[in-house]
């Protein structure tokens, strides 16, 4: 059974980099696309970006000129860097796989989430 | 448009039939994916594709697409059902990931 465990810094400065990394036990790492999601408290879920095990990314439009993911296929991990975080940032962050086999795709698993808040 | 619509909240007694519905223009050529979270958890994918349940989600969970909308439908739903439903699916050409906002189901 796939499992994804992630960690990375909960607190953090206005204008400082958040830094998540997500580790992907069990089943095949190079099939699936590799994302991050988030959901700011009390409201709904955002598509951050993915991964392909090729390095091939694709971002949220919204976000892409902060957003940076990578994969490392030598450890099965994959990670997150948004920079120049503000308030608005503030959020649980997820990792999830995904897969897409056109025209249906599911992400599934879901990391546990880490709460990454941004105060000064 | 990139957008998915879903109602912000819905109730059902316990044991009847809910639908909870997801609209936009990518479903015309990307199936939803549906997802239930409860208040301190993950997300739980519980439907793909056109009626595609996960290992493991009960058979009262079933899904269904027409157009631009949608659907996901709970045949005699449980307290345990009681969660937040998101629906997901992709931008036919650019393949970015489009959430809709959510429906909160309330079982009476």
């Known amino acids: 059974q796939v499992q994804l465990q992630q960690w990375g810094a909960g607190l953090l400065k206005p204008s400082e980099t958040l830094s998540l990394t997500c580790a992907v036990y069990g089943g095949s790492f190079t099939d699936f696309y590799w994302n991050w999601i988030r959901q700011p408290p009390g409201k709904g879920l955002e598509w951050i970006g993915e991964?392909?095990?090729?390095?091939?990314?694709r971002y949220n439009p919204s976000l892409q000129s902060r957003a940076f993911i990578s994969v490392d296929t030598s450890k099965n991990q994959f990670s997150l860097k948004l920079t120049s975080v503000a308030a608005a940032d503030t959020a649980l962050y997820y990792c999830?796989?995904?897969?897409?086999?056109?025209?249906?795709?599911?992400?599934?698993?879901w990391g546990q989430g880490t709460l990454v808040t941004v105060s000064s | 448009s990139s957008e998915l619509t879903q109602g912000p909240a819905v109730s059902v007694a316990l044991g009847q039939t809910v639908r909870i519905t997801c609209q936009g223009d990518s479903l015309r050529s990307f199936y939803a994916s549906w997802y239930q979270q409860k208040p301190g958890q993950a997300p739980l994918h519980v439907m793909y594709g056109k009626n595609n349940r996960p290992s493991g989600i009960p058979d009262r969970f079933s899904g269904s697409s027409s157009g631009n909308t949608a659907s996901l439908t709970i045949t005699g739903a449980q307290a345990e059902d009681e969660a937040d439903y998101y629906c997901?699916?992709?931008?036919?050409?650019?393949?970015?990931?489009?959430f809709g906002g959510g429906t909160k189901l309330t079982v009476l």
């Open positions: 997901s699916s992709r931008d036919s050409s650019s393949l970015h990931v489009i």
């Open positions: 991964i392909h095990h090729s390095g091939s990314a």
């Open positions: 999830a796989r995904g897969m897409l086999a056109r025209p249906r795709g599911w992400f599934d698993p």
